[in-house]
């Protein structure tokens, strides 16, 4: 039921309102809203309220009549016309900017307005009582929208635009795109709708009208960064889509050709002529050639190189990365007297390969002839070898050659060459050389165990120019000789059991020898001839320089000395042959059944504490130094606690002794003793003796 009604209702104000026809003014429309003031009868009421809706208006912005704008009508359905009615306005600039006539509702506006400030302003209206002040309708919110002018000229979003392109770029080569705005409504009319246009740049540029997008307007044969590299172009925007009487804007884009590499190097000489002198060390420039690439950074950097020529082994041409310039150095020692001068064919190119568009056109290299002089310098003598390696043998007779040195005039003038050796390299002066003819030869005895190689200087000096001078290291090998006897390795001392077995290991020798045979070492160890039929100890071969003492098989082995010096002699193999004889210490101590030593001699007992004799030796003298150093610091101490009779030259009259005595030469002990007159009390220790005696 209570569906049915509402339905009715609202067809009831449609009617209402399709009926009614108002220019600018209120269309009223019926919306529910619950009342709930309470419950009459025991049912909940519900009451509906009118409300209103009001149109859009529309102002003009920039508006410069001297009146105020009229904007409206705002008018209610319940004014009769009576003046009973009051209409209140409220909201965006209600009382300051929008005013309305509270009687009649005629709304107007007070001041300039700016739709780029603000487009539209929401406002909120009432209709009172004037009489008891209630509202006749409620408050609702309409807007006031301000219709647009074309007073903004278009700004683009920079001043000023940088950008850049590849030079001989294809026509239609995207650049960059500028960008422009209008503060008009684009909604309303032409007023923000732009269009772009070049008005400076022609005709290497063009733009798009719509999109601002600017593109080369020329070839790659006029966009050549080499002939012109900066460009400026200015771009205007119109609005009013560029019809006549709109407003414009402009910016400017300054517009840079980056490089390809569309440039080969090239030498700005076909020719380069250099001078040298034949002195000049190897690595040392020679000259500089410039090749010229017209192109930028890596696209100009080159390199250079040899490619033909009778220098391309004596000559390299290396690239400084600075300057971009060609260094011709020396590979190898030049000589005036072989060759006096070379020629080379140096090429240059770039380090990047040539852009592909120009591959076919253009050459990538370029050529260039370098003629080098060798000037001619007086050198010094010229030895035949870097270094000469002699041998002798250590016994060499003093006078024997060890062999010779030569050295001649590089200058060709066949200058005579005089030798002589650097003493300063032979302090021992074992070696001298033949000034004439460089034959070196011995002049003292050598010895290989003191030095087995000697390394010596010869000089060579031009007899008639002595400042020209040159060195050349000889190194002398000794070969060894067979004239050193081999030795023990070291001291051999060993203790036994006075009832050894016999075959018993006692002692393990091995010998050294100062000489180097070729083929190595080989000793040879035997019992010195007067011990060979004692029969107490042999001698038996252990491998190569090594021996073993035992007690002789199949006899007793009852050991009745203390100690025993065994003499073993040992030869080497060499020729010729050398031999020496070591002494081999054997100590006899008493042992138990098990071996253990349980009494040896002193000398045994003290070695066999890990004390040889000669270090009981060294601690004896050492306790007899220090007792001596004692005894002597007690001496002085005594001496220096007597009192000198004569303290002072004042006292000499008071201390004066006098004496009278004679002596009985060296047979009377009872002379005066002079210390007494350094001594009082020696005095009466003399006197007293004397009485004594």
Same mark, same amino acid.
């Given at each position: 039921?209570?569906?049915c009604l509402?339905?009715?209702?609202?067809a009831?104000?449609?009617?209402?309102?399709?009926?009614?026809?108002?220019?600018?003014?209120?269309?009223l429309?019926?919306?529910?809203e619950?009342?709930?003031?309470g419950?009459?009868?025991?049912?909940?009421?519900?009451?509906?309220?009118?409300?209103?809706?009001?149109?859009?208006?529309f102002?003009?912005?920039?508006?410069t009549?001297?009146d105020?704008q009229?904007?409206g009508?705002?008018?209610?359905?319940?004014?009769?016309g009576?003046?009973?009615?009051?209409?209140i306005?409220?909201?965006?600039?209600?009382?300051?900017?929008?005013?309305?006539?509270?009687?009649?509702?005629?709304?107007?506006?007070?001041?300039?307005?700016?739709?780029?400030?603000?487009?539209?302003y929401?406002?909120?209206?009432?209709?009172?009582?004037?009489?008891?002040?209630?509202k006749l309708?409620?408050?609702?919110?309409?807007?006031?929208k301000l219709?647009?002018i074309?007073?903004?000229e278009?700004?683009?979003a920079?001043?000023?635009?940088?950008?850049?392109?590849?030079?001989r770029?294809?026509?239609?080569?995207?650049?960059?795109?500028?960008?422009?705005?209008?503060?008009?409504d684009?909604?309303y009319?032409?007023?923000?709708?732009?269009?772009y246009?070049?008005?400076?740049?022609?005709p290497?540029?063009?733009?798009?009208?719509?999109?601002g997008?600017?593109?080369t307007?020329?070839?790659?044969?006029?966009?050549?960064?080499?002939?012109?590299?900066?460009?400026?172009?200015?771009?205007?925007?119109?609005?009013?889509?560029?019809?006549?009487?709109?407003?414009?804007?402009?910016?400017?884009?300054?517009?840079?050709?980056?490089d390809?590499n569309?440039n %080969?190097p090239? =030498?700005?000489?076909?020719? &380069?002529?250099?001078? +040298?002198? !034949?002195?000049?060390?190897? @690595?040392?420039? /020679? $000259?500089?050639?410039?090749a010229?690439?017209?192109?930028?950074?890596?696209?100009a950097?080159?390199?250079y190189?040899?490619?033909?020529?009778?220098?391309?082994?004596?000559?390299?041409?290396?690239?400084?990365?600075d300057?971009q310039?060609?260094?011709?150095?020396?590979?190898?020692?030049?000589?005036?007297?072989?060759?006096?001068?070379?020629?080379?064919?140096?090429?240059?190119?770039n380090?990047q390969?040539l852009?592909?568009r120009?591959?076919g056109?253009?050459p990538?290299k370029?050529?260039?002839?370098v003629r080098?002089?060798?000037?001619?310098?007086?050198? %010094?003598?010229? =030895?035949?070898?870097?270094s &000469?390696?002699?041998? +002798?043998? !250590?016994?060499?007779?003093? @006078?024997?050659a /060890? $062999?010779?040195?030569?050295?001649?005039?590089?200058d060709?003038?066949n200058?005579p060459?005089?030798?002589?050796?650097?003493?300063?390299?032979?302090?021992?002066?074992?070696?001298?050389?033949?000034s004439?003819?460089?034959?070196?030869?011995?002049?003292?005895?050598?010895?290989?165990?003191?030095a087995?190689?000697?390394?010596?200087?010869?000089?060579a000096t031009?007899?008639?120019?002595?400042?020209?001078t040159?060195?050349?290291?000889?190194y002398?090998?000794l070969?060894?000789?067979?004239?050193?006897?081999?030795t023990?390795?070291?001291?051999?001392?060993?203790?036994?059991?006075?009832?050894?077995?016999p075959?018993?290991k006692?002692?393990?020798v091995?010998?050294?020898?100062?000489d180097?045979? /070729? $083929?190595?070492?080989?000793?040879?160890?035997?019992?010195?001839?007067?011990w060979?039929?004692?029969?107490?100890?042999?001698?038996?071969d252990?491998?190569?320089?090594?021996?073993?003492?035992?007690?002789h098989?199949?006899?007793?082995?009852?050991l009745?000395?203390?100690?025993?010096?065994?003499?073993?002699?040992?030869?080497?193999?060499?020729?010729?042959?050398?031999?020496?004889?070591?002494?081999?210490?054997?100590?006899?101590?008493?042992?138990?059944?098990?071996?253990?030593?349980?009494?040896?001699n002193?000398?045994?007992?003290?070695?066999?504490?890990?004390?040889?004799?000669?270090?009981?030796?060294?601690?004896?003298?050492c306790?007899?130094i220090?007792?001596m150093?004692?005894?002597?610091f007690?001496?002085?101490?005594?001496?220096?606690?007597?009192?000198?009779?004569?303290?002072?030259?004042?006292?000499?009259r008071d201390?004066?002794?006098?004496?009278?005595?004679e002596?009985?030469?060296?047979?009377?002990?009872?002379?005066?003793?002079?210390?007494?007159?350094?001594?009082?009390?020696?005095?009466?220790?003399?006197?007293y003796?004397?009485?004594?005696?």
């Open positions: 039921m209570r569906t509402l339905t009715l209702i609202w009831f104000l449609s009617l209402y309102v399709n009926a009614t026809s108002i220019s600018r003014k209120t269309v429309e019926m919306g529910g619950e009342d709930r003031d419950a009459k009868g025991g049912k909940l009421l519900k009451r509906f309220k009118r409300g209103w809706m009001w149109n859009q208006f102002l003009q912005e920039e508006y009549g001297s105020k009229y904007i009508k705002l008018q209610s359905d319940m004014d009769k009576d003046g009973t009615l009051k209409y306005l409220t909201g965006d600039g209600a009382g300051d900017i929008f005013t309305i006539d509270e009687n009649n509702g005629d709304l107007h506006a007070n001041k300039r307005l700016d739709r780029e400030e603000k487009a539209f929401t406002l909120r209206a009432t209709v009172v009582n004037k009489n008891t002040g209630l309708e409620p408050e609702t919110e309409f807007i006031v219709h647009d074309n007073d903004n278009p700004k683009f920079k001043e000023l635009y940088t950008a850049s392109a590849p030079e770029s294809n026509i239609g080569t995207s650049v960059t795109q500028v960008t422009a705005t209008d503060a008009d684009s909604m009319g032409n007023s923000a709708k732009l269009r246009s070049i008005s400076q740049g022609h290497y540029f063009s733009v798009d009208p719509s999109t997008i600017i593109r307007a020329l070839g790659p044969g006029e966009m050549d960064r080499e002939k012109r590299e900066h460009y400026q172009v200015v771009i205007e925007a119109k609005d009013m889509a560029g019809q006549r009487g709109g407003l414009t804007g402009t910016t400017t884009v300054n517009i840079t050709l980056t390809v569309d %080969p090239r =030498f700005s000489q076909s020719i &380069y002529q250099f001078s +040298v002198p !034949e002195s000049i060390k190897t @690595g040392i420039p /020679v $000259g500089r050639i410039k010229v690439d017209k192109d930028l950074g890596k696209n950097e080159m390199y190189s040899v490619v033909s020529g009778d220098g391309l082994d004596m000559f390299d041409v290396i690239t400084d990365k300057s310039e060609g260094i011709i150095t020396v590979l190898k020692p030049l000589d005036y007297e072989k060759t006096r001068s070379y020629t080379l064919e140096i090429q240059v190119q380090t390969t852009d592909t120009f591959l056109y253009l990538t370029d050529m260039a002839t080098i002089g060798i000037e001619d310098v007086d050198e %010094p003598p010229l =030895f035949e070898k870097a &000469y390696v002699m041998e +002798v043998k !250590e016994d060499a007779a003093v @006078g024997t /060890v $062999g010779s040195v030569r050295a001649m005039d590089p060709g003038y200058s060459v005089r030798y002589s050796i650097d003493r300063r390299t032979d302090l021992d002066r074992l070696f001298n050389v033949h004439g003819n460089g034959s070196i030869f011995i002049i003292r005895p050598l010895d290989r165990e003191e087995a190689w000697h390394n010596i200087s010869v000089i031009e007899f008639n120019k002595p400042l020209q040159s060195w050349v290291p000889v002398v090998r070969l060894d000789v067979n004239d050193n006897a081999p023990f390795a070291s001291f051999y001392e060993t203790f036994v059991c006075e009832k050894t077995k075959g018993q006692i002692q393990t091995s010998a050294v020898d100062a180097d045979p /070729v $083929g190595g070492h080989k000793f040879f160890f035997s019992l010195a001839m007067e060979a039929y004692r029969g107490n100890f042999t001698v038996k252990n491998e190569n320089a090594k021996s073993v003492q035992s007690c098989q199949g006899k007793g082995c009852q009745h000395k203390s100690i025993y010096l065994v003499p073993v002699v040992i030869t080497d193999g060499d020729f010729p042959m050398q031999s020496s004889t070591g002494t081999l210490t054997v100590r006899v101590c008493t042992c138990d059944r098990e071996g253990n030593m349980e009494l040896c002193a000398e045994a007992q003290t070695s066999s504490a890990g004390l040889s004799t000669g270090a009981l030796v060294a601690i004896l003298l306790v007899i220090l007792l150093i004692i005894v002597l007690a001496a002085l101490k005594r001496q220096k606690k007597k009192e000198p009779l004569i303290i002072s030259k004042e006292d000499v201390n004066v002794v006098s004496y009278n005595d002596g009985g030469g060296e047979e009377d002990t009872q002379a005066f003793d002079i210390g007494a007159l350094r001594n009082p009390e020696a005095i009466e220790e003399i006197h003796l004397r009485a004594t005696l």
